[in-house]
C-alpha cells in the first residue's frame, strides 16, 4: 500500500510543485485535523494502530487528490489520451472527491501500464547471480509467470526470468529518480565469446543515495550495489566497485514487483 500510496504522490508532487518527502506531505495534512501525530517510518504495534495508520492515509491521499491544480491535471490527461468524459474542475471550482480519485486512479493506472513490460519491448533483464543484461521479450508464460527473452548478445543461456526481475529499457522521467531509488546502473563491459555470445555491458540492483541537479534537466546519480557476495552475487567482475556515480539517463528503474505480478496475473 505504501509504495502505490508513493507512486500517487510521487506524480502528483512532480506536476504541481516539485518532489518532496511523502512521509512529510502526510504528516502536514494529518496535523492540520489536529490528530496525534506520528511518523510514517516508525513500527507499528498491534492492529489497532495498524488501523488507524490506515485510515490515516486514506484521508491524507483524499487531500492530495483534491487540492491539486485541476486545470493542469486536465491538461495532463489530455497529453495522455485518457477520455473520461466532460472535465470536471475547470471554471466550475473543484472537483467532488470521487470525480477527482477518478481522474487521479486513471492517470496512476495509466503510469503503472507504461511501466510494465510488454511483448516486443527492449528491456534490462536477471541472467544469473544479480547480473542483468539487455534484451527483447519474445513471449509471456503466464504457467510460470516468466518472459522468454532474447539475448542482445545472442547468448541461449537463462532466456527464462521472472516477470518480476525485468525492466524496461527507457531513459527515467527525472521525477522517478530520487534518493532512496531502487534502479539498475551499468557497471562493467564484458567481451564475446566465439559461438557463444557478443559483448556487452553488465547492470546491477542499486540504490541512489545522493543526487545532484546538471544541465539539461538531468540529475547525477550517487548509490551502491543491493546485493553482494552474501548474497551470491558475483563481485569480482573486472571494474567492480561497491558505489556508482552516473547520470540519470544511464539508470533504468527498476520495476515495481506488485505493479508486475498484478498486471500479468490478470491476463
Known sequence: LFTEVKLLSSGINAEYGGPCKISDTIESYIAQDGRIPFKMDTPVSGESEFSTRMEYLADAIKK?????????????????????????????????YDQALALEQARVGQDIRERVPQVGDHVIAHWQKHSYFTATIVKFIKSSMKFEIRWDDQDESGRFPDVTMVALDKVPERWEVSVGSRVFFPQGHYCGQAGVRTGGMRYHEGIVTKTEPCSGNRLRCHGHHLKGGADDKWVTYKDYSFTFCCMSDDLRVAPNPYNVTHAYSNM
Open 64 to 96: 492530495m487528490i483534491t487540492t491539486v491544480n485541476t486545470e493542469r491535471e486536465t491538461q495532463r490527461l489530455q497529453l495522455l489520451n485518457i477520455q473520461e468524459g466532460p472535465q470536471v474542475g475547470v471554471g466550475n471550482g473543484p472537483p467532488s
